[in-house]
């Protein structure tokens, strides 16, 4: 028995597809900088695919033949991961957060302003009393 057209059309088709999306197209060639670190781009990979075909005239082996196929590959940036310094940072491409997350990044700095805030009261708080010492030795100086 032949083979169908369709099927030449889709092969050819998928393997063009798969020649362009491999795994060093999600997760990039590394980069690295002077200073020893490594950069390793990740990237969102999407594809889809799609064929038809149609047959005319009579149904035996001399029926003609009409069909097409097409596919496209979106290949989107997401992520950087910094290796180096003794530690791995991924780093993400898109910045829109969400309110919990900006929260959470926020913390370590409101806790630092926090205990800032603290240490300045206790500061004023002793220098307070030592200029009230300072008042009362001063008084009972002039005094006795």
Do not use: C, R, W
């Amino acid at each position: 028995m032949l083979e169908h057209p369709i099927k030449g059309l889709m092969e050819t088709a998928m393997q063009n597809i798969k020649e362009m999306v491999d795994v060093n197209t999600i997760v990039g060639d590394t980069i690295e900088a002077g200073d020893g670190t490594v950069v390793v781009p990740i990237s969102k990979v999407a594809f889809g695919f799609g064929a038809g075909g149609s047959e005319f005239g009579k149904t035996d082996s001399s029926a003609k033949f009409g069909g097409g196929s097409g596919g496209g590959v979106s290949i989107e940036p997401v992520a950087f991961m910094v290796v180096g310094q003794g530690q791995i940072k991924l780093v993400p491409v898109d910045k829109q957060t969400t309110p919990a997350q900006e929260i959470i990044e926020q913390v370590p700095s409101m806790v630092g302003k926090i205990v800032d805030t603290f240490k300045n009261s206790d500061k004023k708080k002793k220098v307070k009393e030592t200029e009230e010492k300072v008042e009362t030795i001063e008084t009972v100086s002039y005094e006795g």
